[in-house]
């Protein structure tokens, strides 16, 4: 199901967001990974989630792949995803999520989501993310990246 190119492409995506953790907002640090070519990495497309202020950054490949041109037409909040996701995706998304946030883990987040595009089809994807964590250990942004299947 998940390749090794997917889970390495998700944590570059990580590592570059450790370096950024703490100069920017996450549509800045959004904004430097396109300027470093990672969503050319992604054909579906990566994003991030402030865990604190729920700020969302999805990659231009991300909003080309549901049908949507751009930030006025799919904002950066957690409701854009909300919206186009299916909703027993997003029942088993929030669970997974809250699960993992209350045990403060550091393992790989996976789920496979179904999305409905801006003109209705539904596009099955595997989501992968991994926790940035500050120094108290508290999880603060949730970074991944977007894998079509087929």
Known sequence: MMDSNQLNITLKISVLLELTKGRQNVLDIGKELIDLGTDELVPAGFWIMDLETEEMYYSPNFRQTLGYANE???????????????????????????????????????????????????????????????????????????????
């Open 72 to 150: 006025a037409d799919f904002p950066s909040l957690t409701s854009s995803y909300e919206n186009a996701m299916l909703p027993d995706s997003l029942v088993r998304s929030k669970l997974i999520l809250a699960e993992m946030l209350n045990r403060k883990s550091t393992d790989l987040y996976k789920n496979l989501v179904r999305y409905a595009k801006k003109n209705g089809k539904e596009m099955d994807f595997l989501c992968l993310g991994k926790f940035i964590y500050d120094k108290s250990g508290n999880p603060i942004v949730l970074s991944g990246s977007h894998h079509l299947i087929k």
